[in-house]
């Protein structure tokens, strides 16, 4: 069955430190590949998108993510987190074919940042 | 910086009412949607909707919900017997032709 993996629900890391969200998703051809972030309170805002080329790809916020097609993996990474990243992250997929455009969402990793 | 802004924020509604979720577009997006998110749980899609018409729904999209587009501008969907499960986070989301969805802040529905 096609679905959207994260397998961390909560995550804590201190302020400075590196941060890796993992996403895996399971679709018969690679998804458009999307994480957004809520803040408490907040809607989604969209941190960064992929759809082809660079597997590398740059958001909002100092963040990127690599796509790993042998993994079915779209790792969400930050070199060094400040206190203001603490907030739900979540990846999402369009299907490539059929699905028309609606995202499916995993569901969510908890990132709280230690002082 | 272009929005999407949700009204209202918080809406409280007694069992078997109906509720008006109301949401305003970007301006050149084309595309509509609304999600929901109960408390604790993930962001489930409802509906889709394209150049006046539903173009995609879940199976929670049921006859109790409706979606128009009244003025050219406003986005609203319309619960029209709430129930208890309804209690959730709604958001409307936007998207020109790019696949980029900018979500509204949302609204909290609370069925009492």
């Known amino acids: 069955a096609q679905s959207v993996t994260q397998p961390d629900i909560h995550i804590t890391v201190s302020e400075g430190a590196s941060l890796e969200l993992r996403c895996n998703y399971s679709?018969?051809?690679?998804?458009?590949l999307f994480w957004y972030v809520q803040s408490p309170g907040q809607g989604l805002q969209l941190l960064l998108k992929?759809?082809?080329?660079?597997?590398l790809v740059q958001g909002i916020k100092g963040f990127e993510a690599e796509f790993k097609r042998s993994q079915s993996s779209f790792n969400l990474r930050k070199p060094s987190v400040h206190w203001s990243d603490a907030a739900e992250y979540f990846c999402?997929?369009?299907?490539?074919?059929?699905?028309?455009?609606?995202?499916?969402f995993g569901t969510g990793t908890q990132l709280k940042v230690e002082l | 910086e272009p929005e999407v802004t949700q009204t209202p924020s918080h809406q409280v509604t007694q069992m078997g009412q109906e509720v008006i979720l109301r949401c305003v577009p970007i301006?050149?997006?084309?595309?509509f949607y609304w999600y929901r998110q109960i408390l604790g749980q993930k962001v489930e899609f409802l509906v889709s909707?394209?150049?006046?018409?539903?173009?995609?729904k879940s199976e929670i999209f049921d006859d109790q919900f409706s979606v128009e587009r009244p003025d050219g501008s406003n986005f609203t969907l319309k619960i029209r017997s709430t129930k208890l499960e309804d209690s959730a986070m709604y958001f409307c989301?936007?998207?020109?032709?790019?696949?980029?969805?900018?979500f509204g802040p949302g609204t909290r529905l609370t069925v009492t």
């Open positions: 999402a997929v369009v299907p490539f074919t059929g699905g028309g455009n609606k995202l499916t």
């Open positions: 679709y018969g051809a690679t998804p458009y």
């Open positions: 909707f394209y150049n006046n018409e539903i173009s995609e």
């Open positions: 301006s050149n997006h084309l595309y």
């Open positions: 989301a936007t998207q020109t032709t790019n696949r980029e969805q900018y």
């Open positions: 992929y759809f082809s080329g660079d597997t």
